[in-house]
Protein backbone atom coordinates (compact mmCIF):
# COMPACT_ATOMS: atom_id res chain seq x y z
CA UNK A 1 0.00 0.00 0.00
CA UNK A 2 1.19 3.60 -0.69
CA UNK A 3 2.05 5.83 2.26
CA UNK A 4 1.47 9.04 0.44
CA UNK A 5 -2.69 7.56 0.51
CA UNK A 6 -3.16 8.43 3.70
CA UNK A 7 -1.13 11.65 3.82
CA UNK A 8 -3.19 14.91 4.40
CA UNK A 9 -2.74 17.46 1.15
CA UNK A 10 -0.87 19.89 3.74
CA UNK A 11 0.88 19.09 7.07
CA UNK A 12 -0.47 23.05 7.74
CA UNK A 13 -3.89 23.30 7.14
CA UNK A 14 -6.46 26.28 8.87
CA UNK A 15 -9.86 26.52 9.86
CA UNK A 16 -11.65 29.94 9.86
CA UNK A 17 -13.66 29.66 13.08
CA UNK A 18 -14.72 33.10 14.35
CA UNK A 19 -14.78 36.01 11.88
CA UNK A 20 -17.48 38.77 12.52
CA UNK A 21 -18.25 41.96 14.34
CA UNK A 22 -20.25 40.66 17.52
CA UNK A 23 -22.67 42.57 20.60
CA UNK A 24 -21.12 41.73 23.82
CA UNK A 25 -24.08 39.77 24.94
CA UNK A 26 -23.79 37.38 21.20
CA UNK A 27 -19.66 37.33 21.49
CA UNK A 28 -20.54 36.50 25.35
CA UNK A 29 -22.69 32.91 24.21
CA UNK A 30 -19.82 32.01 21.69
CA UNK A 31 -16.56 32.66 23.69
CA UNK A 32 -18.08 31.17 27.01
CA UNK A 33 -19.19 28.03 25.29
CA UNK A 34 -16.29 27.11 23.80
CA UNK A 35 -14.34 28.24 27.06
CA UNK A 36 -16.54 26.15 28.73
CA UNK A 37 -16.53 22.82 26.30
CA UNK A 38 -12.71 23.38 26.77
CA UNK A 39 -13.07 22.90 30.68
CA UNK A 40 -14.95 20.09 30.63
CA UNK A 41 -12.60 18.37 28.10
CA UNK A 42 -10.25 19.13 30.72
CA UNK A 43 -11.84 18.02 33.91
CA UNK A 44 -13.10 14.47 31.46
CA UNK A 45 -9.59 13.80 31.37
CA UNK A 46 -8.37 14.04 34.80
CA UNK A 47 -11.15 11.77 35.58
CA UNK A 48 -10.14 9.22 32.88
CA UNK A 49 -6.87 9.70 34.18
CA UNK A 50 -6.80 9.86 37.86
CA UNK A 51 -9.81 6.65 37.79
CA UNK A 52 -6.96 4.26 37.01
CA UNK A 53 -4.28 6.25 39.29
CA UNK A 54 -5.39 8.08 42.33
CA UNK A 55 -1.66 9.52 42.49
CA UNK A 56 -1.57 10.67 38.98
CA UNK A 57 -1.09 14.30 39.67
CA UNK A 58 -2.44 15.18 35.72
CA UNK A 59 -0.20 18.49 35.86
CA UNK A 60 -0.63 18.87 31.92
CA UNK A 61 -4.35 19.07 32.56
CA UNK A 62 -4.24 20.97 35.64
CA UNK A 63 -2.85 22.99 34.44
CA UNK A 64 -4.48 23.65 31.20
CA UNK A 65 -7.72 23.96 33.13
CA UNK A 66 -6.79 26.55 35.47
CA UNK A 67 -5.58 28.89 32.57
CA UNK A 68 -8.56 28.78 31.08
CA UNK A 69 -10.46 29.12 34.29
CA UNK A 70 -8.40 32.00 34.41
CA UNK A 71 -9.01 33.48 30.53
CA UNK A 72 -12.96 32.90 31.33
CA UNK A 73 -12.82 35.23 34.12
CA UNK A 74 -10.72 37.88 32.12
CA UNK A 75 -12.90 37.00 29.26
CA UNK A 76 -15.99 38.09 31.29
CA UNK A 77 -14.28 41.86 32.34
CA UNK A 78 -13.50 42.42 28.83
CA UNK A 79 -17.29 42.04 27.56
CA UNK A 80 -18.51 43.94 30.70
CA UNK A 81 -16.00 46.79 29.47
CA UNK A 82 -16.95 46.46 26.28
CA UNK A 83 -20.78 46.36 27.13
CA UNK A 84 -19.97 49.69 29.21
CA UNK A 85 -18.91 51.52 26.26
CA UNK A 86 -21.35 50.72 24.34
CA UNK A 87 -19.51 48.98 21.85
CA UNK A 88 -19.38 45.83 19.29
CA UNK A 89 -16.63 43.71 19.16
CA UNK A 90 -14.49 42.68 16.26
CA UNK A 91 -13.62 38.78 16.70
CA UNK A 92 -11.33 36.50 14.77
CA UNK A 93 -10.00 33.47 14.98
CA UNK A 94 -8.51 30.85 13.25
CA UNK A 95 -7.86 27.08 14.08
CA UNK A 96 -4.48 25.84 12.98
CA UNK A 97 -3.43 22.49 12.64
CA UNK A 98 -0.67 20.75 12.07
CA UNK A 99 0.23 17.03 11.04
CA UNK A 100 2.92 15.86 13.08
CA UNK A 101 4.08 12.20 13.81
Given amino acids: MNDTQNQPKATVQSISLIDGLFTPSDASDILNAMLTKKINYHNLQIMRITEGN ?48
Avoid: F, Y
Avoid at 63 to 83: M, P, S, T, Y
Fill in 54 to 101: HDDPCSHDSKRLDKLKAEKARLKEIINEVRGLGKRMNIQSTIKIEVVD
